[in-house]
C-alpha cells in the first residue's frame, strides 16, 4: 500500500468486475485505506471471496450480482448502493470482457457482446450513477477502466480495442458535459498486463511473453498491483482538478519499435 490507511475513511467505493484481477487488487486496496467496498460482477462466488477477504482484513465491504449490460438492473443496483451506504463517492468501471480471434473469424455476436459489455456497460453505469449524483448535487468520481489497445492497434482483439477506445471517447465528453455539476472523469489505459485470467487466456506461451517483455522500455508486463495505485490517486482529493484525462501505465510500452 503505497497511500494513508484513511485516505478513503467514510468513502464508498463501487468496483464493477471486482471478484478478480485488477478489479480484486483494487477492491482490496481500497478497503485497506477505510473505503467501504461494493463490488459488483456476474458471478456471486469470486464476489463473496473478495468480500470474505476485505472484511478478515478488517474492512467493510458488500456486493451485488450484476451483468453491465442489463440497463434495468444496473438502476436496481445502483439505487439499491445509494439506500444501503446513504451514497456513493467513487464509481469505477472495471469490468470488462475479451476474447481473441482474428477479425475475419468474428462473429457478429462475438463482436457486439465485447462492445456491449466494455461500451456500452461503461456508460450505462456512467449514466445511472450521475443521475443519482445529480439528483443530490454530489460531485462524485468515475474512473474507467481503458487500455492502450485503444490507440496501438490491437491484432486479435478488434472488439476490445474498438470499445476501449470508444470508452476513451466517452471519457472525455463525459468530462465536458458533467464538469460543470463537479464530477470528474478519467480513464486509465494499462497495457499488458498479466493477471491470473489473463495468464490463462492470453500470455500461454512463455518464449512470447519473453519476446513481448523484451521490447518494453522497463521489460515486464504490468501486475494487478501496478495498476491499483494510479486509480487511488485519481480517486483521492489530490486529483480534484483532473478531469477527462487518459493516463498511460504500460512500463513505456507504447513508445516500442519492433527492431529497438
Ligand atoms: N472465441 C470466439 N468467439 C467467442 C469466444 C472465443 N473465445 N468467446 C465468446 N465468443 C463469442 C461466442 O461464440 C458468441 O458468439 P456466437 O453466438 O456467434 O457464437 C458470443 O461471443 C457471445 O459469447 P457468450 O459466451 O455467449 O457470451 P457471454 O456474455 O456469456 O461471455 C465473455 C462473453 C467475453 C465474457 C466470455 O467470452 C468470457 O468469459 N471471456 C473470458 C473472461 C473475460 O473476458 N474476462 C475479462 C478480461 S478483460
Redesign the pocket.
Known sequence: MVFRDDLFAEKVVLITGGGT?IGKQMALDFGSMGAHVVVAARREEPLQQTVDLIEEAGGAASFYTLDIRDDERIDEVVGAIFEDQEGLDILINNA??????PAMA?????WR??ID?NLNGTFLMCRAVAQQWLARDFPGRIINMSATNAHNGSPLMAHSGASKAGINSLTETLAVEWGGTGITVNAVLPGPVRTE??DE?LWTDPDTVKKLESRIPLGRFARPADISPLVQFLASDAASLITGSLITIDGGDRLRTPDF
Open positions: 484481477g470488462g470482457g475479451n476474447f481473441v480471434g468474428m462473429s457478429p455476436n462475438g457482446t465485447i459489455i485470467g489473463s487466456r
